[in-house]
């Protein structure tokens, strides 16, 4: 039993803690949301530049070689600014799918460029009927030849406008829901046959429908085994789970911090609001849900890390989600209410924060899809938790 | 980061649990598991058992008769004890007075007592509240006057935990009225209960329990030689001790064991033909309720940790308390969920309610948890205390 962070971990947060103060600003960040691509090519420059465009990626392409729980002082850090940059996606889920289902050629380019800050990749999965499923995939690919033959549409794919790459699920075989059958494709965004129509997300972030109209991919394209990519998908998506938890837990933090601070100034009635019990007693509450969610990101980043059984991962990582979506409803709510109408207004950054929380809530699936599949994955087992 | 005990920890702890497969008596476990209330004598019988291993009282010194263990090792130790389905230790000894007299008692209050104590020759209960002196404990107005080498105590406790079983209450009392803070002036005590002009009324809890009592002082003459520490500093000496009455409430291995067994009696409950474990509302109450206990066993840890890198238990400790006291009663709640219609049942008519029928004994166990988020400080006092020590509101 051991919760300090080693020396590597402390150096990954001390750096990205001097990045945000200095380079990611609540100002800084609203001049980004409101750029053309909704992100900073400077920022993600700098972010490569502090290694951490590799931070989970393979040491033998470039990356350091980190887990999430190393990733975890970045991903509280992402969640405490409000970081709109497309580094889950890259980095968490595109690269990561090709560090552990990609060919040795895919592997050397591809996470060597995204390492180097050179490449961005969106995970084009999620479709209109899915809801949360991770099986459910419509989009069908088709053999031609050597080639395959992708059609189909992907809904509100996160960054998918400033991506170089999208990694795309496909279905070779099978009905929608099937877990047999899929398999994952490099595909170039601009590559013939590729539209996308860029969508604004609540949390300020970019996204995009992505279509594909019999777009040509060739064999050499697909990562992972054919047919059969969904326990990857599955690894993958635990893993980019846990570490949202993580962001989740910055920002309750950075919610916490900036009501407690309200409450200690806002005066009304001749006092600071905070000397009312009414509002300290909420407070109290918030700051529960802050250790509550700390503790269940923790369990979730070191399970993905260190568990082989995708049984028992599934089960961990839906717990820390469900705990997470309740934590991310409650404090969200709670920071608005407690601000008053200050809380309501745009420029706070609080209200920023309530819509991020308010995003992660149902990111990778909101808690009643959590809570049936940690019931599923739990079935027949008794013992304790 | 590693969420797990090391390999010595696990040795440690399996130690522990082999120890308590042999000698916890079963019929003594099996009372625990069915919330029967426990005699006195079935208290002491394991207080006993735990004596002759020199287990009874880890945290003490050693030359006390501590074990030596560190905050892991003890906390291992509580934790099996409580999954196992031990008795609980009453802390009125153990973890009240004693901390109390290792800390502020006189070489020779440390001799008498402590040795009794620790072999059970003595059964303690605490006079804390009173009638008009509930979470606001320092408006106490029982009264001690000084005449001579006794002090002359009038007044009521409330509340009182097994007073009815007690040998000797440590009391909290106002030696002095006249001074402007109500903190100042009051008195620690030691009351041999069998002196003259105590009276023990029960009060009865409306799961038909006799736990606690009303301790009538009438007149009791008490040696000055039983305060402990000086005169007025009682409030010191309660202070202190709130940060002990509150070290173990998580109470983790307890709803772990609870939690297996809600998990089994829910299994075997049937609703239109299927078990209520696959039962959506239900199986959904379970699991968030499972995955709130594993988020505070691991809370339970992180402080753990802390507290053996040297930082000493703060008021962190309220937030276990909270949360703990909820997922208690929230154990009960569905088990009384999960018997259905059935649960309203407590027992046979005329009979004993205090039997060994599970079924009987849930909606009683339901009402009695109640108790929890009231005791030892009420959650409401606990959020006031996270609002001001941690919070700085």
């Not at chain 1, 419509?138 to 509100?156: F, L």
Request: glycine share 8%; proline share 4%.
């Amino acid at each position: 039993m051991n919760f300090d962070r080693t020396e590597e971990q402390e150096l990954i947060a001390a750096s990205i803690a001097r990045f945000v103060e200095r380079d990611y600003t609540f100002e800084a960040r609203r001049r980004i949301v409101a750029s053309a691509d909704g992100c900073s090519e400077d920022v993600w420059q700098a972010m490569a530049a502090l290694g951490l465009t590799g931070l989970t990626l393979p040491a033998e392409f470039g990356g350091l070689g980190g887990g999430a729980m190393d990733a975890m002082s970045l991903m509280e850090a992402i969640g405490g600014a409000l970081v709109v940059e497309p580094w889950l996606a890259t980095v968490a889920i595109g690269a990561q799918l090709v560090a552990r289902g990609g060919s040795d050629d895919q592997r050397r380019s591809i996470i060597a460029a995204v390492a180097g800050g050179a490449r961005k990749i969106a995970f084009a999965h999620a479709e209109a009927d899915a809801r949360h499923a991770v099986e459910h995939v419509a989009t069908r690919a088709r053999h031609d030849g050597d080639a395959y033959v992708v059609s189909g549409v992907k809904r509100a794919v996160p960054h998918a406008a400033v991506a170089d790459t999208l990694i795309v699920s496909v279905r070779e075989r099978g009905g929608d829901r099937d877990a047999d059958g899929l398999t994952l494709l490099l595909i170039d965004r601009a590559a013939p046959g590729v539209r996308l129509d860029p969508l604004r997300m609540l949390d300020g972030t970019r996204a995009a429908d992505v279509r594909f109209d019999d777009v040509l991919v060739p064999a050499s394209a697909r990562v992972g085994p054919a047919g059969a990519a969904h326990p990857l998908i599955g690894a993958v998506t635990d893993f980019a789970t846990a570490l949202v938890c993580a962001e989740a837990v910055g920002a309750i933090a950075s919610a916490n911090a900036a009501t407690l601070e309200y409450l200690k100034t806002r005066k009304q009635f001749g006092v600071p609001i905070g000397a009312f019990q009414a509002l300290q007693h909420r407070m109290v509450d918030m700051t529960i849900e802050h250790e509550q969610a700390l503790s269940m990101a923790s369990l979730a980043c070191a399970t993905v890390d260190t568990e082989r059984d995708p049984t028992v991962r599934g089960r961990m990582v839906s717990a820390a989600k469900v705990r997470i979506a309740d934590a991310c409803r409650h404090v969200a709510q709670e920071s608005i209410q407690l601000h008053g109408g200050m809380g309501m207004s745009d420029e706070l950054k609080v209200s920023h924060t309530f819509r991020r929380l308010t995003a992660i809530a149902q990111q990778f699936g909101d808690a009643d899809h959590h809570l049936e599949r940690y019931a599923a994955l739990s079935g027949g087992r008794e013992g304790s938790p | 980061m590693d969420l797990d005990y090391s390999a010595d920890e696990h040795a440690f702890r399996d130690e522990v649990r082999a120890w308590l497969a042999t000698n916890l008596p079963p019929a003594l476990r099996d009372k625990v598991v069915r919330y029967g209330h426990l005699t006195r004598d079935e208290l002491m019988t394991w207080h006993r058992i735990l004596a002759a291993q020199g287990w009874i009282a880890p945290a003490w010194p050693t030359e006390w008769g501590g074990t030596g263990w560190n905050v892991v090792q003890r906390y291992l130790f509580e934790e099996e004890c409580g999954y196992a389905g031990a008795p609980p230790l009453m802390p009125f000894g153990l973890a009240m007075c004693a901390p109390v007299l290792l800390k502020f008692g006189s070489d020779a209050q440390k001799t008498r007592f402590l040795p009794r104590i620790y072999r059970g020759d003595d059964f303690w209960c605490q006079g804390y509240s009173e009638p008009d002196s509930g979470s606001d404990l320092a408006s106490l107005r029982t009264s001690a006057v000084r005449n001579g080498d006794r002090y002359v105590v009038n007044g009521q406790k409330i509340w009182t935990t097994l007073a009815h079983m007690a040998d000797w209450i440590f009391c909290l009392v106002r030696t002095d009225a006249t001074l402007d803070r109500k903190q100042d002036g009051i008195s620690f005590l030691l009351i041999d209960m069998k002196s003259p002009g105590i009276t023990v009324r029960p009060l009865i809890l409306m799961d038909g329990a006799h736990e606690v009592n009303e301790v009538f002082f009438d007149d009791v003459e008490v040696p000055v030689e039983n305060r402990v520490h000086d005169e007025g500093k009682g409030w010191t000496v309660a202070k202190y001790l709130l940060g002990h009455e509150r070290m173990n409430t998580a109470r983790v291995g307890t709803s772990k064991r609870e939690l297996e067994q809600l998990k089994t009696f829910a299994a075997a409950q049937r609703k239109d033909g299927k078990s209520l474990l696959d039962e959506p509302r239900f199986r959904d109450k379970l699991s968030r309720l499972e995955i709130e206990l594993t988020a505070l066993a691991i809370t339970n840890l992180r402080f753990l940790d802390r507290l053996r890198g040297g930082r000493p238990p703060g008021a962190d400790v309220s937030m276990l308390k909270i949360k703990g006291t909820e997922i208690q009663q929230r154990l009960t709640e569905l088990m009384l969920e999960a018997a259905g219609p059935l649960a309203q049942v407590v027992g046979p008519a005329g009979g004993d309610a205090d039997g060994d029928d599970l079924l009987a004994a849930l909606a009683p166990r339901y009402c009695n948890m109640r108790k929890t988020t009231i005791y030892a400080g009420s959650n409401e006092i606990q959020r006031n205390i996270l609002a001001k020590h941690v919070l700085g509101l």
